[in-house]
């Protein structure tokens, strides 16, 4: 009989993605904290046993306030597991340090960098031989006024550190020139001219955007599959995934292998593509080595993420599993939202709509054994939407000082 103590588990920040750790490790009868200045959902979950507030991961010496976390708390060896990409920094960053308190699966980041910066990504993915979206490199405001552009473009911010309108929305659209200089414009303000990469706008909704989900250790694939984002919100311009269905792709597949095996990537990671239909390829959009939304939809296939996290921390070799299609992830309220605009528009038959919903569902935040997070989903994201949006009503975005123009 195996006579060795549960291995404790500290989810750095997160939402969606940290809830549905959290009920794994804690169903499994893994202890769990979290540790957050963010999003409140986790911790509802009934799994959730310890709560620590703190500065953030950009606080003054976030790492060594973890070191003291780890000392003076007991949570010595517990798996640290970042849940934003924030933490991903500091995680990475800071590796090396927090190794001698915490279970960590990161690589270093300098070389994380190249896949989290999506002004280095298009270089990595260049090497993999992975097709990539066409960008504009601007030097400032004049370049946005007078570059040869095509539209429609996108905007985003080269990596989502800071927490403000941009990074929160995660990329802008703009058809227009003058649309996109005040988007430019206002980007800068927030993130410094430096940090804004401008992308070629890819045809199609979440009908061609696909994801590469796995878990690596030492530049090697432990489990790994692919899923179909089908449904997205806002259905024109995606902020979140609504509508995840598992899905065979052997070409996303091994497309993130190459580009994961040459930084000997380790930890949990989600890599996003969406297919171009004008030349057939699958583009890469962005990389995520963390807790993503919808993970929950791995351990519902099949696939144990959490269980092969601890079968690593104790020295064990996992089981390999494979993901089952039939299985899906769903962000109820807004699906619902995005898919009553894609019927009403046509763009999404009845039929098909109804039979998405036949496969076996997993729920971004309602579990039977954990009611919580999904009851108070609702009042705390409109809570959190109004709190966000309302003092920015009567505000100006400031210019962004030249000292911050290359802050990541």
Excluded at 128 to 155: H, K, M, S, W
Excluded at 387 to 398: D, E, G
């Amino acid at each position: 009989m195996d006579e060795t103590p549960p291995i404790g588990v500290v989810l750095l920040g997160g939402a969606h993605g940290a809830l549905a750790l959290a009920r794994s490790f804690g169903r499994r009868g893994h202890p769990v904290a979290i540790v957050t200045n963010d999003h409140p959902l986790p911790k509802l979950s009934r799994y959730i046993q310890r709560r620590f507030e703190w500065a953030g991961p950009d606080g003054v010496d976030a790492a060594q306030w973890l070191v003291r976390l780890a000392q003076d708390q007991h949570l010595s060896n517990w798996l640290l597991i970042p849940g934003g990409d924030a933490e991903v920094r500091l995680i990475a960053a800071h590796r090396d340090v927090l190794k001698g308190s915490y279970h960590v699966m990161s690589c270093g980041w300098d070389a994380l960098r190249q896949l989290c910066d999506k002004q280095l990504l298009t270089a990595a993915a260049a090497d993999a031989g992975i097709a990539f979206p066409n960008d504009y490199r601007l030097r400032c405001e004049r370049d946005a006024e007078t570059q040869d552009i095509r539209f429609p473009v996108v905007l985003k911010p080269a990596m989502r550190i800071e927490q403000n309108a941009f990074t929160r929305a995660k990329a802008w659209r703009a058809d227009t020139r003058a649309e996109f200089v005040d988007r430019y414009r206002q980007a800068a303000a927030l993130v410094g001219k430096d940090n804004i990469v401008v992308q070629e706008f890819i045809p199609g909704g979440g009908e061609a955007q696909f994801s590469y989900a796995a878990l690596w250790q030492d530049g090697t694939p432990v489990l790994e599959m692919t899923a179909r984002r089908a449904r997205q919100y806002p259905v024109e311009f995606s902020y979140t995934s609504t509508f995840v269905e598992v899905a065979a792709n052997e070409a996303v597949r091994a497309a993130s292998r190459r580009l994961l095996a040459p930084i000997r990537f380790e930890g949990l990671v989600e890599v996003e593509y969406k297919y171009d239909a004008r030349d057939g390829s699958y583009k890469i959009l962005d990389v995520n080595p963390r807790a993503w939304s919808w993970i929950a939809l791995c351990e519902a296939a099949g696939l144990s993420l959490t269980e092969a996290m601890l079968d690593l921390a104790h020295g064990r070799t996992p089981a390999r599993t494979a993901a089952a299609e039939g299985h899906a992830w769903i962000h109820a309220t807004r699906d619902t939202i995005a898919a009553l605009q894609l019927l009403a528009r046509g763009d999404l038959p009845l039929a098909g709509y109804l039979a998405s919903l036949r496969q076996k569902l997993v729920f971004s935040t309602f579990a039977s054994d954990d009611p919580w997070p999904g009851i108070l989903d609702i009042p705390v994201t409109f809570f959190r939407v109004i709190a966000r949006r309302l003092p920015s009503l009567s505000q100006v975005p400031k210019p962004a000082k030249s000292s911050d123009a290359g802050a990541l």
